[in-house]
């Protein structure tokens, strides 16, 4: 009887021979020797004393080293601790003694930066190296590590058991300090290969299957690259990690490794797609993109679309993990402008997950295609609660549902849209507003670089829409209300979400993780 | 939180509301219908006595109300009893004997075949019937108990763990008692999820996913029709449930229906292919057959080959569940002649299923593509052994690990190719003969309808190959020993492979599951 766990998906990939591969840099390593290099890394950390609950932090890019570290702390049944590296110093240092990790895996690159952490953090230090060396004496290099190892998989491997906790990870909210989520082995199998299945059966933008080419841009730190570090060797797919690769060298490992799959916030297909215009590249056919974390702006669309890239949407988090992806609803066609319309907007439910809306009362509202509520998730993978944050815990997972903090409206077909963040939206004389699907319709004006809508007091509705756009080019606001008329006067818009006032700034404050900041947005204009 | 248990697939099925239905003739039942009518089942089940670990037993061909039943049982925690009504008087009361079984649900189609059953089985009976009227005064029928409960999920159902037992059925082997297996929610679940899952990552002839229209024409008291009782409504698709059809019938369902993937033994696919001719139908293009269970003979792949269909080949079992099917290797395309032969012989294990070729002192052998050892295998949903079967449990699941009992050759790339079952095989000086290798070779020839090849002892070598032919038409030993010879000269057999004897027959017994019964072959010839 094999388990849930994680290294059993390395082990299968290594036994099965597919033939498949992982490319970092100018390594280029078959399923089989990345698990024996797991293997020794492993027990060369068991002599060191790592086992049963250890907490290892690993800060690195998506590479070869930070995969193996994944499923040899997994034989050990030690929980892997993924860092956001973009967190503020204080933030960082935060989450690693309240994950109470005993060892730091850092990557030399980001030695430069590190230095205070340095002295912060006295238990073990690993440097994640591109060569062999340690570039600090005495204290070892994850590549001295594995080539002391011995080949062979230890005891404590059989022993972990589904239910243990895989890794531990914290949320990147706008608000409050980081939240810890603790996974175990189970959830964060079946969340990650969810994925996996759903964009294998259902005709999708980025559908998945084991002849693709598997970039994943998404930093293992979310969700392990939203589970490609698991499900692509569970594939036993190529899988080509692009380390800290710019635009341009992410273009050119698309090109030259034959890459057919990719997952990137919007934020990044922008800078992949103004890499492409400035190399004269003009299509990316055969490129299939698995996007989210915040809206798809309009225009952005229409770029992958002119290039004959594909996509698809996935809707989730940290603490729900995958939820739902669009896919091509039954009887649409590929290509066809029904089909481009609905992977924008309606995502799919993954199997075995419920999604329901609830009014302020709780009620269960209809899948009517325009009621608005709030987002309530279930599913075979959430998980108990925060970590240490019992009082945090029990207001948001109750009864078994995560009460995700989303408004969406759902279609009699099962869909989802989600729509706004709860503490975005905008309460007019008790009616939800949606600021996300208010930006999409300014950002399809040509000369809308970024927009943002957020809510302000008013004395008379409670909150009303104001619009915050950053410009590419001339803009007036008379120009954006015409616009956005024409939108009611063709059915799009309700009169009553209109912005009453537009802001014109420089730029738009973002997140450690590259999102719109909307709590630094209102604090300025509010 | 959501487990792995089957009532939570087919609520998955109706709350996503994914526009497919099951189609059980007439009859066109939407999932969230299918649904509702399953928790009206449980409810009057409930009421009148049904609980967690009854043990429902059910002989039904593939039917809605089968089909409902399933998940009523699951919502009550009762354990289902796939009867295999093919079996003889006499096994089919141990079955239900050995199972505990207290209820019986019968078709009201065999009705005049169960007379003695249902004085010897003096439990509760409930008749499954195409109308509403039970057969027989005082015994309800299953639509009566749908339509007098109530539509609300019972309390039991959330109780339900995924470790809890789903079903029980019996192997039909050839040898000795029916041996029972007993199978947990999760374990069904996984496995049968593992089919479609493989069908849809990899470029299978039998690919499927959430736009094929799906008939099962393996019976449900095969491990749930192969699956697909628990898989198709997991991906809310079409299901075309055939009933009792005859092969003129599963062909108006075909091409009425839309039907695109279906699963049968070869023998079923014959019969298919038969009733195409003889009504002209010269295509069957878009029909993809999952096929197992017995070897499939060339003839009849070049014949699906001829009308424009797919397949792939299955090998499992019920004491093992799914264990691997033919997919294109990396790099073979669809339709060429390499996809053909590879999709005859070459499985990939499933993913998180390991297979292991040992010798007989149980050493690993290599994966050099013709070392001929005994099949070990391990996967996430073996069970722990037969019901109510130590001794040949303790034997069969050792160290986690079943022993199929079958031999098979892997190749460097990871696939497995079955040659035979090691009772079966030929032990000539201490060498394995494959008799399911030599089948297929004499089969080839254009005269050969059946053939079988059986060990026969031999003073100097053990035992030497027998050929048992059926033929169609005129053929004589001396032309199959030609047609061989041929084969040895073109390196496709090995010298001492060639049968030392051939005998002609009119037709080959057959066990009640249709498998040729080479142990009554052997009884008659040897």
Not at 489 to 502: C, I, K, M, T, V
């Amino acid at each position: 009887m094999r388990a849930l766990v994680a290294h059993e998906v390395l082990r299968t990939a290594a036994e099965q021979g597919t033939g498949g591969e992982v490319v970092d840099g100018s390594l280029r390593v078959p399923y089989a020797d990345v698990y024996r290099r797991a293997l020794r890394l492993a027990d060369s950390l068991k002599r060191l004393g790592v086992g049963s609950g250890t907490v290892l932090g690993v800060m690195d890019v998506n590479s070869l080293r930070n995969l193996e570290l994944h499923y040899a702390s997994s034989m050990l049944g030690a929980v892997i601790l993924t860092i956001n590296f973009r967190l503020s110093a204080h933030d960082l240092l935060y989450t690693i003694r309240h994950a109470e990790a005993e060892w730091l895996f850092v990557w030399e690159g980001f030695a430069p930066a590190v230095g205070k952490l340095r002295s912060a953090f006295p238990k073990t230090w690993v440097w994640l190296t591109d060569g062999p060396q340690s570039p600090e004496p005495g204290t070892p290099s994850c590549e001295e590590l594995v080539e002391s190892g011995a080949e062979h998989l230890p005891a404590e491997a059989d022993r972990v058991e589904e239910t243990d906790p895989f890794s531990i990870f914290y949320t990147t909210g706008t608000t409050g300090r980081p939240k810890g989520l603790k996974y175990r082995h189970r959830d964060m199998l079946l969340a990650s290969l969810g994925i996996l299945h759903h964009l294998a059966l259902h005709p999708a933008g980025a559908s998945a299957g084991s002849r693709d080419v598997f970039m994943p841009a998404i930093p293992f730190f979310h969700i392990h690259g939203w589970g490609a570090a698991l499900f692509v060797p569970y594939l036993g797919a190529k899988l080509v990690l692009p380390g800290r690769a710019s635009p341009a060298e992410q273009l050119r490992l698309i090109q030259g490794e034959g890459v057919t799959w990719t997952n990137m916030v919007p934020t990044q297909i922008h800078m992949l797609l103004e890499q492409a215009d400035a190399a004269g590249v003009q299509s990316l056919s055969g490129l299939k993109v698995l996007t989210g974390g915040s809206p798809l702006p309009t225009g952005l669309a229409h770029q992958m679309r002119e290039r004959r890239m594909a996509f698809s949407l996935i809707y989730g988090g940290s603490d729900q993990l995958a939820t739902s992806i669009s896919v091509l609803p039954p009887g649409v066609e590929p290509d066809s402008p029904e089909a481009w319309e609905a992977l924008r907007r309606e995502m799919k439910p993954l199997s075995m997950v419920d999604v329901r809306l609830v009014d302020e009362e709780g009620r269960a509202l209809p899948r009517d295609g325009h009621s608005i509520g709030r987002v309530l998730v279930r599913s075979p993978w959430l998980p108990a609660g925060y970590y240490k944050d019992p009082e945090r815990s029990a207001t948001t997972f109750v009864d078994g549902w995560f009460r995700t903090g989303d408004l969406a409206v759902t279609t009699p077909g099962g869909a989802v849209y989600v729509v706004d963040r709860e503490g975005d939206a905008v309460k007019s004389g008790g009616e939800w507003i949606a600021t996300g699907v208010l930006e999409a319709l300014i950002s399809e004006h040509a000369s809308v670089a970024a927009v943002a809508v957020v809510a302000r007091p008013d004395e008379r509705w409670g909150q009303r829409p104001l619009a915050v756009v950053q410009a590419r080019g001339e803009v007036t606001e008379e120009v954006l209300r015409a616009h956005l008329m024409a939108c009611v006067e063709n059915g799009r818009l309700a009169r009553f979400w209109l912005p009453d006032s537009y802001v014109f700034v420089d730029a738009l404050p973002t997140t450690s993780a590259g999102k719109l900041d909307k709590t630094a947005l209102r604090t300025m204009l509010v």
